[in-house]
Each structure stands twice: as structure tokens, then as C-alpha cells.
């Protein structure tokens, strides 16, 4: 495993044989598109390697049969767990997508900052990297767009929440004409069935970080707004599970052939 700071792990890649298996949780290569990485990234350019969202169709034979896996971004994976079947199956519109998604202090790392200090946090909320600027945006329309088999756009607004760990992600689209609620609903169920991490809550329950604190879960519902149009759909996951360390994990087994599920849990543990 690798979790280096974004930038730094092609220099050591580089000295490790291709026979060692690596996941990296850092960016390095999650991007397919050089220009794109050197948008939002100060460093050179290193290349892409199998995404690793098993989750996404066809993606866990890619990571079965991979000796490197790039793990997906934290933000990237509640939206794209979010979204991606419901553009598989042509249900929203791919160029009016709208994310808003607030996470825990742990998203911006160990690093001291004033700003993500409990006195500063506690009690407050705020939006940071407003209008396209958050290094997670070419991530989420790259697996989104594989998803809906054409280009996607997307605007996101990422929020600093006070709490320690944690995503709540209000992902929502224009939905095409025709689609209705039993529809909607039916392509997540569909798509998440048989996934072990992956939960569609019944109707009426909403998703909640704590609910996934401490796991490699992700907490999904969804809603058809008829009065605008649009479909919403909520996900919480734990950042530094799901959305780091607990998908690497994941990866690694399927990577080695063991368990998906080993030394993984769904039981969250409330802070």
C-alpha cells in the first residue's frame, strides 16, 4: 500500500519490481487524462492504472487481473456509487449533474491547519473550492462518463462539516422523460443487490455518517422530485474507510484472491 502525499508515489513505483502488487491511495494514477491532472496536481504527470471502484461495472475483473490499482478519491466514491447506475441505465441526463457534499476534518489529512482546529470547527460550516476548483472534479466525471458511456459534467461544491470523519453527498440530475420513482429506484437496487459494502436504504430512512464510522460501508437513498425534475440521491460513507483505507483493502484482496470482505466490516460505530 501506498499513501503518500499526491505526487509522490511514481518515484518509488518506479523502484519496485512489476511483480509486486500495489494499491496507492494517493491521485497519482487515477487520471487517464494528462491535462486534467496537470490542472488541478503540481507534478509531473505518472499515467493511470486500473481504477479501483469494484462496485462499477466490469471494474472488479480489471482489479482481479491488476498488479496496480489506483484507489478512488473519497468524494469521488460516494458520488459515484451515487450516479453511476443511474447513468448506465439513461435514467439522468449526463450534462446536468449537480454534487454537494460536505465531509469531516480527516479529508484534508494529518497536516496541522488553524482552520480544521476543534475550536475553529466546532459549531461552524463552510464551502471551500467553490466553482470547479477541488482536485476531485476530473475524477468524478471520469468514472461517471465510463459509467454513462459518453461525457459527463458535473458541478461540485465540496463543504468542511465539524465532525471528525465522514461524507454526506447530495448528488442530483436531470431525469430523462419518462423516468419514474419504481424506475429510478429499481436501477440502484438492481445494481447494488448482491454487494456486500454497498446498502440502498428502505424508503423512508436517510443515510447518516455515523452510521458508517468505522467501516467500508456506503449508505445509499434516493428521491424522485418531480416538481423540478430532478433525481437526488444521498450517500454517507466513512472517508477513511470506503473512502481510503477500507477500499484499499478491499482491492488488495481481490487483487490476491482472498475474501472481498476480509478484515472488513459494515457495523458502524457511532463517535
Known amino acids: 500500500f501506498l499513501a503518500l502525499p499526491h505526487g509522490e508515489s511514481a518515484a518509488l513505483v518506479a523502484q519496485l519490481p512489476d511483480t509486486c502488487k500495489v494499491v496507492d491511495l494517493g491521485a497519482d494514477f487515477r487520471l487517464r487524462d494528462s491535462a486534467a491532472w496537470q490542472q488541478f496536481y503540481d507534478a509531473p504527470y505518472a499515467g493511470s492504472w486500473v481504477y479501483g471502484m469494484p462496485e462499477l461495472p466490469g471494474v472488479r475483473e480489471q482489479i482481479k487481473n491488476a498488479s496496480r490499482t489506483a484507489n478512488p478519491g473519497c468524494f469521488p466514491t460516494a458520488v459515484a456509487l451515487s450516479l453511476a447506475p443511474l447513468l448506465a441505465d439513461g435514467l439522468i441526463e449526463c450534462d446536468d449533474l449537480v454534487i454537494t457534499a460536505a465531509s469531516g476534518t480527516s479529508g484534508a489529512g494529518r497536516k496541522a491547519a488553524d482552520h480544521l482546529i476543534a475550536s475553529e470547527i466546532m459549531g461552524s460550516m463552510s464551502a471551500y473550492k467553490v466553482g470547479g476548483g477541488h482536485q476531485h472534479t476530473p475524477e468524478?466525471?471520469?468514472?461517471?462518463?465510463?459509467?454513462?458511456?459518453?461525457?459527463?459534467?458535473?458541478?461540485?461544491?465540496?463543504?468542511?462539516?465539524?465532525?471528525?470523519?465522514?461524507?454526506?453527498?447530495?448528488?442530483?440530475?436531470?431525469?430523462?422523460?419518462?423516468?419514474?420513482?419504481?424506475?429510478?429506484?429499481?436501477?440502484?437496487?438492481?445494481?447494488?443487490?448482491?454487494?456486500?459494502?454497498?446498502?440502498?436504504?428502505?424508503?423512508?430512512?436517510?443515510?447518516?455518517?455515523?452510521?458508517?464510522?468505522?467501516?467500508?460501508?456506503?449508505?445509499?437513498?434516493?428521491?424522485?422530485?418531480?416538481?423540478?425534475?430532478?433525481?437526488?440521491?444521498?450517500?454517507?460513507?466513512?472517508?477513511?474507510g470506503?473512502?481510503?483505507?477500507?477500499?484499499?483493502?478491499?482491492?488488495?484482496?481481490?487483487?490476491?484472491?482472498?475474501?472481498?470482505?476480509?478484515?472488513?466490516?459494515?457495523d458502524g460505530v457511532a463517535p
Open 140 to 240: 468524478m466525471e471520469q468514472s461517471l462518463s465510463d459509467a454513462a458511456g459518453q461525457l459527463v459534467k458535473l458541478s461540485f461544491t465540496p463543504m468542511l462539516a465539524p465532525m471528525s470523519r465522514g461524507i454526506l453527498a447530495t448528488c442530483s440530475g436531470k431525469a430523462v422523460a419518462g423516468a419514474t420513482t419504481a424506475g429510478i429506484r429499481e436501477s440502484l437496487a438492481w445494481a447494488y443487490e448482491k454487494e456486500p459494502f454497498v446498502h440502498l436504504l428502505p424508503p423512508g430512512r436517510w443515510p447518516q455518517t455515523a452510521s458508517v464510522f468505522g467501516t467500508n460501508a456506503a449508505q445509499l437513498q434516493v428521491a424522485f422530485d418531480e416538481h423540478s425534475g430532478r433525481v437526488i440521491v444521498v450517500s454517507a460513507i466513512d472517508n477513511l
Open 242 to 266: 470506503k473512502g481510503a483505507a477500507g477500499q484499499a483493502l478491499q482491492n488488495a484482496n481481490i487483487m490476491l484472491g482472498l475474501p472481498e470482505t476480509l478484515g472488513l466490516t459494515c
